[in-house]
């Protein structure tokens, strides 16, 4: 959504479900986004929706240029790193910008989480 600045609401899109801008959801907040969702769907209390930390997500996305049999370059390093959550979801093959997964960064400080989060786009590429 975007607020203009006579005060109009634009929306760029409407997702009933959970959608992958909130994937940040499973590691940043009490309640993640999917668990909020499985609760209105069952009619239960809706949970607690604040920050765990602070919170920054990147997607991985197959490299310009690659297509066949995945290979993620640079995931043992991110690994080895506090604060980071990687989410492969299993596709065997890439193909440009297909997305692949997602890295999740937590971090107190809200300045870390982003400097760690380009710094591990430098380093994960997903390739063929």
């Not at 492969?88 to 093959?93: S, V």
């Not at 890295?103 to 989480?113: S, V």
Request: neutral net charge; without cysteine.
């Amino acid at each position: 959504m975007f607020l203009t600045k006579d005060g109009e609401i634009l929306v760029n899109e409407l997702a009933p479900r959970p959608h992958n801008s909130g994937h940040h959801t499973i590691e940043g907040n009490f309640v993640s986004q999917f668990e909020q969702h499985l609760r209105a769907i069952f009619n239960l209390p809706l949970g607690d929706i604040r920050l765990v930390s602070n919170a920054v997500m990147i997607n991985l996305l197959g490299e310009p240029g690659f297509e066949g049999p995945a290979v993620y370059e640079g995931l043992n390093d991110v690994l080895k790193m506090d604060g980071v959550y990687v989410h492969l979801y299993g596709k065997k093959f890439t193909k440009p910008f297909r997305k692949m997964g997602h890295i999740t960064i937590i971090d107190e400080i809200r300045e870390k989480a982003i400097e760690k989060a380009r710094m591990i786009q430098e380093t994960v590429k997903v390739k063929a």
